[in-house]
């Protein structure tokens, strides 16, 4: 199967936003989530998606940064009582984007950039980014083996999810023919993820 990873990352945050927005209302109403940092007051319009998709024609990033940022959102979940919701997931994934970009990548574009496409102003954008890097004990460091289970559980997530589109050859996410889809997954396509 044909994908691109910040397709896999589209997918596997949408499943757990699902998964975790269906958890809050089937709890008791004592159940609050921790307010994050990342939360707005509402819900963005935009799809995950999308909004991927966005960083993907625009910012003119590696794809290897899009499993990192999945790496330091799941970090970050981990280590605190956050949940993922839509109140938050844009946020903190634009924030995970642009700091694994900026870890990833030589070259890359100042955070005015990353602000007009993520929709943010660039003081929201400077505060995301500490945050997180606060979070992350400005620990960005991934060893090899740890990039490579993920993207491997990344793409058996995603193709068991779409077993039925790829039996009619069509791929979910873009509607588009399997064999018009790039394949990324190479070892050249890791960047400058490198083992300790």
């Given at each position: 199967m044909a994908f691109e990873y910040w397709q896999l990352l589209s997918h596997a945050l949408e499943q757990t936003v699902s998964r975790s927005s269906l958890t809050w209302t089937s709890t008791s109403h004592s159940f609050s989530p921790t307010i994050s940092p990342f939360d707005s007051k509402t819900a963005p319009a935009i799809s995950v998606h999308h909004y991927l998709e966005r960083f993907h024609r625009y910012a003119n990033c590696s794809s290897a940064c899009f499993?990192?940022?999945?790496?330091?959102?799941?970090?970050?979940?981990?280590?605190?009582?956050?949940?993922?919701?839509?109140?938050?997931?844009?946020r903190?994934?634009?924030?995970?984007?642009?700091?694994?970009?900026?870890y990833v990548d030589d070259e890359y574009a100042d955070n005015r950039m990353y602000a007009l496409i993520g929709g943010v102003k660039l003081e929201e954008i400077n505060r995301l980014e500490g945050c997180l890097l606060?979070?992350?004990r400005f620990k960005l460091f991934i060893k090899q083996e740890t990039y490579l289970e993920v993207v491997n559980r990344l793409i058996k997530r995603y193709e068991?999810?779409?077993?039925a589109f790829k039996e009619k050859g069509v791929d979910?996410?873009?509607?588009?023919?399997?064999?018009?889809?790039?394949?990324?997954g190479s070892a050249e396509t890791m960047g400058d993820v490198?083992?300790?």
């Open positions: 499993p990192v940022a999945y790496i330091y959102m799941k970090r970050v979940l981990g280590s605190t009582g956050f949940v993922l919701s839509r109140l938050n997931i844009h903190l994934m634009l924030a995970a984007v642009v700091l694994a970009i900026k606060a979070l992350l068991q999810s779409h077993a979910k996410d873009s509607q588009k023919p399997l064999h018009a889809i790039k394949s990324v490198q083992e300790q």
